[in-house]
């Protein structure tokens, strides 16, 4: 597995690599941090670990535009604790946040979780497969949703997360189950990453024409409502 990290600390790359690389994980770092997109194009990593303050453009900047072109996991790993660089980084697309100083432990951890769920036995599983409910049809290995003669794209955080909204259908998913089956361990995630996810959702079943698509269930957790369209 080839992980691209994007960071101008050279130390703290260091001593990511010799972690990552116990675990047989190839490493590649930016010769030219103007040039970002072009290196992660001829590389295609299979996971983007990618730091806010940059040189030249910020990490929003790049996470956008990988995003543009790619579904592979983005780990932002950054000092910036606030909430609101983490809520920008996942309305950019990013699918996990990481606050400087980490373990490596919590960073190998992150990192397993996202390739396993992407690359490994939960994504063979979604193969070849659709989802169904009322009119709204989702299409798991294309991360591809349909609603009558609209479409919509999602990344992969939002198919997990419609997926398991889809599969509950007409009944609630709570929130514990979400943070649980997404993030592996919910003690690591921040309650604005789930609304973030949700909300990111929701804009997208909107724009298709599905009237307040997702219920929120205050204290609870979430339902799919595909009643509700536009005429």
Not at 5 to 18: A, C, F, Q, R, Y
Not at 24 to 39: I, R
Not at 157 to 182: C, D, F, Q, W, Y
């Amino acid at each position: 597995m080839k992980i691209f990290v994007v960071e101008d600390d050279k130390s703290l790359v260091k001593m990511m690599e010799n972690q990552l690389s116990r675990y047989a994980y190839q490493t590649f770092v930016p010769e030219n941090f103007a040039a970002v997109l072009d290196e992660f194009l001829m590389i295609q990593p299979d996971l983007v670990l990618l730091d806010v303050n940059l040189p030249y453009y910020d990490g929003f900047y790049w996470c956008q535009k990988i995003r543009e072109r790619s579904l592979v996991p983005i780990l932002f790993i950054s000092a910036r604790d606030g909430n609101m660089d983490q809520v920008m980084a996942l309305e950019y697309g990013a699918d996990d946040y990481l606050v400087k100083p980490f373990s490596y432990d919590l960073l190998l951890a992150k990192v397993k979780s996202h390739i396993r769920r992407v690359y490994g036995d939960y994504a063979q599983s979604d193969r070849a497969r659709s989802l169904k409910a009322g009119e709204l049809i989702y299409y798991p290995e294309a991360l591809k949703m349909v609603y009558r003669e609209a479409s919509e794209w999602l990344t992969v955080r939002e198919g997990e997360l419609l997926t398991l909204l889809m599969s509950a259908h007409p009944e609630m998913v709570k929130r514990e189950r979400i943070l649980n089956l997404l993030w592996d361990d919910e003690r690591f995630v921040d309650d604005n990453t789930l609304s973030v996810n949700v909300g990111r959702l929701r804009k997208k079943l909107a724009a298709m024409g599905i009237n307040d698509p997702i219920q929120t269930i205050r204290g609870k957790g979430y339902a799919l409502s595909v009643i509700g369209t536009e005429e």
